[in-house]
C-alpha cells in the first residue's frame, strides 16, 4: 500500500503503520499540490478543500494560532487575527499596548494547512507581504518560541512548551484519500484508521 501524506497529517501515521501492518510501503510525505494520483493508493491531509476523489474522515483536528508564550496575549479575537496575519495590524499597538512590529509566519502556499488557514481564517484575503514563511511545524514553533513578537499557526497536536495557542481557527478533518473506489486493502485500513 502506497501512502503519501502531509507534514500537517503526520501525527495520523503511527496509527497507519498499526493499520496497514506489512501492506505498508514507506509512506511519502509531501505537500497538497505534490500528491502523485496515479502512484498511490491512499492520501492523509487535513481538511477538505479541493478534494475530488473519494475522501472519508479519519479524525478532526483543530488548527491554532501561536505566540511566544511571554507575549503578553492570552487570546486574539478573530479581527485580530485577521488584521496580524494580512498585515492590517503591523505592530502589536492596538492589542498589547506595545509599539513592536508583529513577525507573521506562515507555510508555503501549496500546504494544505496553510489553504485551510487562509481560507478559514483570512477569508481568502491575502496574506501580509512582509510574512515569513516556514517550511514545516519544527520551524514554526522554533521562529515563534525565538520571538515575543512572533505569531503563527500549527495542528493543536503539534503545540509544545515553546509557543502559547491564543485563537483557535477551525475544526478540520483529517481525511484519508483514495484516488478511486478503494481496494479491499484500503478500505480495511480507513476502517481502522476511523475506530482509533
Avoid at 12 to 38: H, M
Amino acid at each position: 500500500m502506497r501512502v503519501q501524506y502531509t507534514f500537517a497529517a503526520q501525527l495520523w501515521l503511527a496509527d497507519l503503520e498499526t493499520c496497514a501492518g506489512e501492506n505498508l510501503v514507506s509512506p511519502e510525505l509531501r505537500s497538497i499540490n505534490s500528491f502523485d494520483f496515479s502512484s498511490y493508493d491512499l492520501a492523509i491531509r487535513i481538511g477538505d478543500l479541493n478534494v475530488t476523489t473519494p475522501a472519508y474522515q479519519i479524525d478532526t483536528e483543530e488548527i491554532v494560532v501561536i505566540v511566544h508564550p511571554q507575549n503578553p496575549v492570552s487570546a486574539l479575537t478573530t479581527e485580530e487575527v485577521l488584521g496580524l496575519f494580512t498585515g492590517q495590524l503591523a505592530s502589536w499597538q492596538s492589542i498589547t499596548g506595545t509599539e513592536s512590529a508583529v513577525q507573521v509566519w506562515v507555510f508555503s502556499s501549496d500546504e494544505d494547512i496553510q489553504q485551510v488557514f487562509e481560507q478559514t481564517a483570512l477569508g481568502s484575503a491575502p496574506v501580509s507581504s512582509l510574512a515569513r514563511q516556514a517550511s514545516g511545524p519544527g520551524e514554526m514553533t522554533g521562529a515563534v518560541a525565538a520571538d515575543v513578537n512572533a505569531i503563527g499557526f500549527l495542528p493543536r497536536q503539534q503545540l509544545t512548551a515553546g509557543v502559547s495557542a491564543v485563537h483557535t481557527v477551525a475544526s478540520l478533518p483529517i481525511l484519508a484519500i483514495t484516488p478511486s473506489a478503494p481496494s479491499p486493502i484500503a478500505e480495511e485500513v480507513i476502517a481502522c484508521l476511523q475506530s482509533k
